[in-house]
């Protein structure tokens, strides 16, 4: 039964698999390698097969039993470079546990649909670093061996029941650990639907220097929001690149405004004339909120053509109108028409919309209309990220020298 298990598994990735004896082996370029599987992972599997009274919530990566609630977690930061093992307790038996994943949490991963990408992204290149060095590969190293953090009760319990308490206790935990230590983790959901966009290949054999000289505080900002591991913190980085230009173009409008004025054949410095540059000056005051100036900078450094472009081919990438269709985004509906004389003008509000909502976090607020860090609200964020990073790239590559 345990070999049958992991050969049904891994043929659903495409792997050869065969069994013959004891023994099962996978064939790889050629290659033909034995599985080792130690007599604890083959009792883990046999319980697994015949238990029923365990649940593995796939989205939420969380396996929930009995006596058990176990969930993933992934450390917030780049500060923790160790795999810490923690035990809280309380009275009655009750513990919360931030550990490496039981065996029946990497094996209901293992049997999971999303087993299949961490396969092919992790595994296969696991399995061909095996095979080079000639080491021998064992059912553990292919299997995903997360942090996970859980809670144990002494006596059997409904699983709702386990949820109610469970969740709140492995929460403050968290927080405890956040509090005292400083060291944060917060629950790994399952990212429910990358975000396909068009961009062009990195060509590694064409490796050239760029001729142009790009802004240094552009390029920081930039960076931060290309390493920033939050959706939310990554697009307001990407956010300070066009809001960094702001000032500047809007000063060139006015200053353009006036000069038209001023350097009229007609011009003489009389009172309804200088009253006339007062007027221009308030007016574009007034005119001058964040969204325009937002608008102003777009249709100053972004062509059009090429930002629908963008919008169509990541669309088509993506197999859905994740722009261009009248959606909810955070309490206010918008779209984006793929017309000149439109889509800058959509694409600001809505970039601008979504600026408010990171940024506005007051409780006169509807909780539908801000965001929440860690949250579901993420994944909305994370749709947008690469309609803004294709404009922050724009105004960087048009700000060169």
Known sequence: MPLEFIKENLEKVDCEISIEGNKIYYHYDGNKEEILIDDDWKKEIRSYKRSNQFEFDLEERRLVGPRIIESMVAPLGADIFYRPDYTFTAG?????????????????????????????????????????RERKLSFGDLLWRQRT?????????????????GLPKMEACLFKLAAENNECWEFRRRIKKPVIAWT?????DNLKIPLAKYDSNLVKYFKVAISSQFPSQSFLAFYHVLEYNFLLVSDEVLHGRLKSHVNSTRFQGQDDEIEKIISIVKKHGSSSD??????????????????????????????EKIYSKTREVFGERFHIQLKSDHVISNTAKLIKHIRNALVHSSDRYSRDDCHIPLTESEDIVREYIPLIRFLSERVICAKTS
């Open 92 to 132: 009655a038996g009750r513990e919360v546990r931030l550990t490496e994943s039981s065996k029946r949490f990497q094996l209901s991963f293992f049997a999971s649909a999303e087993y299949e990408r961490f396969f092919e992204s992790v595994i296969q290149r696991k399995i061909s670093r095996f095979i080079k």
């Open 149 to 165: 953090i859980s809670y144990h009760v002494p006596r059997k319990q409904e699983k709702y029941q386990i949820m109610r308490e």
């Open 200 to 204: 062009d290949e990195f060509d590694e």
């Open 290 to 319: 964040e969204t325009e100036m937002l608008m102003r900078v777009l249709r100053k450094y972004v062509d059009e053509e090429e930002l629908i472009e963008f919008i169509s081919k990541s669309e088509d990438g993506a197999e």
